[in-house]
């Protein structure tokens, strides 16, 4: 049978504890995803009597990373905001949650992706890197993640016959294949006939591969198939994204003069594109007691702006030649929340950048561009590089 990817979900959710999976329950609309699981396996080199390169594979260093794609409607991109950056203490009511993000160690969460009939779950995960920019006048985020482990699929260890109330999975993957697996879960249990059985669980037990569920009748011999069971998706309230249409950019010398200047159109730049990226430069490192990375940290953290507008003067040449600090903020406006008249809105603040390329390149019968790229840098009299506010109708605690 063959699988249709349009009908997949991306699913997310927030950890109590980092690298402990819970069960994603806010779906949000996909672009694109491109997460995989890289094991590493090498060819087995020890030297064993034979003339070929070898006659087994070994096992590496696993990793799980790869993007994640979405428009930037308020609500989900709190999301991805909270899995890159420390959200601060949420303010407002149903007329209007403000949620503050600064650089930070920022939250891990349980994501699900829709594979055909089955669910890869990762668990523990953050955001490496976080791109936002407009693609045909869409605000589209880009989150290239990491993770600590993941569940998708496994084997049988013991064969199942007659009415069972729990199972065991194969440590062939891992010492602990139960990992990623919660009470609640849906599981597929292929049995003897090649047809699945559904179970739910009851328990997932502490020694890392026993699961119990009610009380059903499968005969399964050992290495018969075991996937988690994608979940039915359930969308409520999706908005537009952010439009950059309804976005106003400033640039002024200080971060104050560059919000001020984005408070209207007449004050604002007209960019013809604007991006930016935030980088975390995530520690994703294997240690003793984990063939997964243990855990993801922050390390050096980095951002770079790039925009598109058009050439008037030389003054940003100079401001390029010259190592120049600007500000510049952007704040996009969204959809109507309520009756009060409350818009879901983005402000990013860049309280201090200065252009690395300025580029002003002539071709015939075109106007002529500065095509820009500015490294974000620390702002000593701000205190920061960076502040993020996002304005939405989710309640804190949900993230």
């Given at each position: 049978?063959?699988?249709?990817?349009?009908?997949s979900y991306?699913?997310?959710i927030?950890?109590?504890?980092?690298g402990?999976?819970?069960?994603?329950?806010?779906?949000?609309p996909?672009?694109?995803?491109?997460i995989?699981s890289m094991?590493?396996?090498?060819?087995?080199?020890?030297?064993k009597?034979l003339?070929w390169?070898?006659?087994d594979?070994l096992?590496?260093d696993?990793?799980?990373?790869?993007?994640?794609v979405?428009?930037?409607?308020?609500?989900?991109?709190g999301?991805?905001?909270?899995?890159?950056?420390?959200?601060?203490?949420?303010?407002?009511?149903?007329?209007?949650?403000?949620?503050?993000?600064?650089?930070?160690?920022p939250?891990?969460?349980t994501i699900?992706?829709?594979?055909?009939?089955?669910?890869?779950?990762?668990f523990?995960?953050?955001?490496?890197?976080?791109?936002?920019?407009?693609?045909?006048?869409?605000?589209?985020?880009?989150?290239s993640?990491?993770?600590t482990g993941?569940?998708?699929?496994?084997?049988?260890?013991?064969?199942?016959?007659?009415?069972v109330?729990?199972l065991k999975?194969s440590?062939?993957?891992?010492l602990?294949p139960?990992?990623?697996?919660?009470?609640g879960?849906?599981?597929?249990v292929?049995?003897d006939?090649g047809?699945?059985?559904?179970?739910?669980?009851?328990?997932v037990?502490a020694d890392?591969?026993?699961?119990?569920?009610?009380?059903?009748?499968?005969?399964g011999?050992?290495?018969?198939r075991?996937?988690?069971?994608?979940q039915?998706?359930?969308?409520t309230g999706?908005?537009?994204?952010?439009?950059?249409?309804?976005t106003?950019?400033?640039?002024?010398?200080?971060?104050?003069?560059a919000?001020?200047?984005?408070?209207?159109?007449s004050?604002?730049t007209g960019?013809?594109?604007?991006?930016?990226?935030?980088?975390?430069n995530l520690l994703d490192?294997?240690?003793s007691g984990?063939?997964?990375?243990?855990?993801l940290?922050?390390?050096?953290?980095e951002?770079e702006v790039?925009?598109?507008r058009?050439?008037?003067?030389?003054?940003?040449?100079?401001a390029?030649l010259?190592?120049?600090k600007q500000?510049?903020t952007?704040?996009?406006?969204?959809?109507?929340m309520?009756?009060?008249?409350?818009?879901?809105?983005?402000?990013v603040k860049f309280h201090?950048?200065?252009?690395?390329?300025?580029?002003?390149?002539?071709?015939v019968?075109?106007?002529i561009?500065?095509?820009?790229?500015?490294?974000v840098?620390y702002?000593s009299?701000?205190?920061?590089a960076?502040?993020i506010?996002l304005v939405?109708k989710?309640a804190?605690t949900?993230?």
């Amino acid at each position: 049978m063959n699988y249709l990817g349009s009908k997949s979900y991306l699913a997310m959710i927030p950890e109590v504890t980092a690298g402990v999976a819970l069960k994603p329950t806010t779906f949000c609309p996909l672009v694109s995803e491109s997460i995989k699981s890289m094991l590493n396996y090498n060819a087995d080199r020890r030297m064993k009597g034979l003339d070929w390169k070898s006659d087994d594979l070994l096992l590496g260093d696993r990793k799980h990373e790869g993007d994640i794609v979405i428009y930037s409607d308020g609500d989900n991109l709190g999301h991805l905001l909270n899995m890159t950056y420390l959200k601060g203490s949420t303010t407002g009511d149903s007329d209007g949650y403000t949620h503050p993000f600064t650089v930070g160690s920022p939250k891990s969460y349980t994501i699900e992706i829709q594979k055909g009939p089955y669910a890869q779950r990762y668990f523990g995960v953050k955001a490496d890197q976080l791109k936002a920019e407009f693609v045909d006048q869409k605000m589209q985020i880009t989150a290239s993640i990491k993770a600590t482990g993941q569940f998708s699929a496994s084997a049988l260890k013991e064969a199942l016959s007659g009415s069972v109330t729990s199972l065991k999975l194969s440590s062939a993957y891992d010492l602990k294949p139960t990992a990623g697996l919660v009470a609640g879960d849906v599981i597929t249990v292929v049995g003897d006939d090649g047809n699945g059985v559904d179970l739910t669980l009851l328990t997932v037990d502490a020694d890392g591969e026993t699961l119990t569920f009610a009380s059903t009748a499968i005969t399964g011999a050992i290495g018969n198939r075991v996937y988690l069971k994608a979940q039915t998706p359930s969308y409520t309230g999706i908005v537009d994204p952010f439009f950059l249409g309804d976005t106003l950019i400033g640039v002024g010398a200080d971060s104050t003069s560059a919000t001020t200047n984005a408070g209207a159109k007449s004050t604002a730049t007209g960019m013809y594109s604007f991006a930016f990226t935030l980088k975390n430069n995530l520690l994703d490192a294997s240690a003793s007691g984990s063939k997964d990375p243990l855990q993801l940290l922050p390390q050096t953290r980095e951002a770079e702006v790039t925009t598109r507008r058009l050439f008037e003067t030389p003054e940003q040449h100079l401001a390029w030649l010259n190592s120049t600090k600007q500000a510049i903020t952007m704040i996009s406006t969204g959809e109507e929340m309520t009756t009060a008249g409350t818009h879901e809105s983005l402000s990013v603040k860049f309280h201090k950048v200065k252009l690395t390329t300025n580029e002003e390149n002539l071709e015939v019968d075109s106007l002529i561009f500065d095509t820009q790229t500015f490294e974000v840098l620390y702002d000593s009299s701000d205190g920061s590089a960076i502040e993020i506010s996002l304005v939405n109708k989710t309640a804190g605690t949900a993230y």
